[in-house]
């Protein structure tokens, strides 16, 4: 029989590679989307309730919401104030979801203790996606079968299924269909994080203005097929970060920093503290470094925080595992 809470632990991610096709009929954009889970983790626990707010203090919650139907929302946390409590928040959406296809009432609590940046280009909310599906299953023991859990994943945004499946994966179609990567060692990484965040969508439409600026086009006639680079995934392979680093690349880069040209003081820091690479993570504003070791993973974070370009930087290692469950 389920208990009476069940929390999932699910990571961040960087994306190694974010090479961006053309803008396709449906509003998406084809991907080549090399994901690599990180070491900063939400958590969210799923626990019986009655959809009411009952005033009850939960944790250092610092917002509250029944979202309807149901769901209940608490939020935990450093970027908590900036986590949607409504009907937006992908957390609520994947518990109804799930509950709708086991033909149940989504009465859940919700809560999520935030610890990847919101709106950062972290797959933050894909993560807690998929960490409200794993921890209402278990709640509710619907036991679906992993390849139903991976279908709602991308029913509910195109990073969502890595978050499920964690380590390395690459991502096409548009993000969704993954095929898991091998990594050969540990890759050490400094995230710096922005005071506020950026529009996933705002950042593809700069991408696709950016094209037709520059005359080449933005649709899926004008824009290559994004495609996998071969030394990237060598580099994975090996665990060389230096070759890593030569090969990482990102499309939504220029996009990003064209919105918040403050982004690349913050690269430039990196760089010049000995980050063996320096990008912007996914949509950003995140931006992220790889370096050679801890110790230098270390000196980065110190000179980013002594710069004033970035809220606060994080070391961590990659690959990371993807969402789990918590022992009770
Ligand atoms: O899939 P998800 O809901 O996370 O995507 C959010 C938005 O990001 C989409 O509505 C779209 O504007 C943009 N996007 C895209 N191409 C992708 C993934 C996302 O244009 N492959």
């Not at 949607?84 to 609520?92: G, Q, R, T």
């Not at 890595?162 to 969704?176: K, Y």
């Not at 690349?249 to 690479?277: E, F, H, I, M, W």
């Not at 990008?279 to 270390?298: I, N, R, Y």
Request: aromatic letters at 4%.
């Amino acid at each position: 029989m389920a208990g009476d809470s069940a929390t999932a632990r699910v990571p961040a991610k960087v994306n190694v590679q974010l090479a961006v096709g053309g803008l396709r009929p449906d509003g998406f954009h084809g991907l080549a989307n090399v994901f690599l889970a990180v070491g900063l983790y939400d958590e969210v626990t799923a626990s019986h309730g009655d959809g009411r707010d009952d005033g009850s203090a939960e944790g250092d919650g610092t917002g509250r919401q029944d979202c309807g139907h149901g769901v209940r929302l608490t939020v935990s946390g450093r970027d908590a104030a900036h986590v949607p409590l409504d009907e937006s928040n992908l957390a609520v959406r994947a518990a109804r979801l799930l509950a709708e296809r086991h033909g149940r009432e989504p009465r859940v609590r919700l809560h999520i203790t935030k610890d990847i940046p919101v709106a950062g280009g972290m797959a933050g909310g894909s993560a807690d996606a998929a960490g409200a599906l794993l921890a209402c299953d278990a709640l509710w023991g619907t036991h679906t079968p992993q390849d139903e859990l991976r279908a709602m994943c991308a029913e509910l945004g195109s990073d969502v299924p890595f978050s499920l499946v964690g380590g390395a994966a690459l991502g096409q179609g548009r993000g969704e269909l993954l095929t898991p990567l091998e990594t050969g060692g540990t890759f050490h990484w400094v995230f710096a994080l922005a005071d506020g965040g950026l529009s996933t969508p705002a950042v593809y439409r700069e991408c696709d203005r950016l094209r037709e600026a520059a005359g080449t086009g933005a649709d899926v006639d004008s824009v290559p097929e994004p495609r996998p680079s071969a030394l990237l995934l060598d580099a994975l392979r090996s665990g060389d970060a230096e070759a890593l680093a030569a090969a990482v690349s990102n499309d939504l880069q220029a996009a990003a920093v064209s919105l918040r040209p403050s982004l690349s003081d913050t690269l430039k820091t990196g760089t010049a503290a000995g980050a063996l690479a320096a990008l912007v993570s996914g949509s950003g504003p995140t931006c992220a470094f790889l370096a050679g070791d801890a110790g230098s993973a270390a000196r980065i974070a110190a000179a980013l925080e002594e710069s004033g370009h970035c809220r606060s930087a994080r070391t961590t290692t990659a690959p990371a595992p993807g969402a789990r469950l918590l022992p009770a």
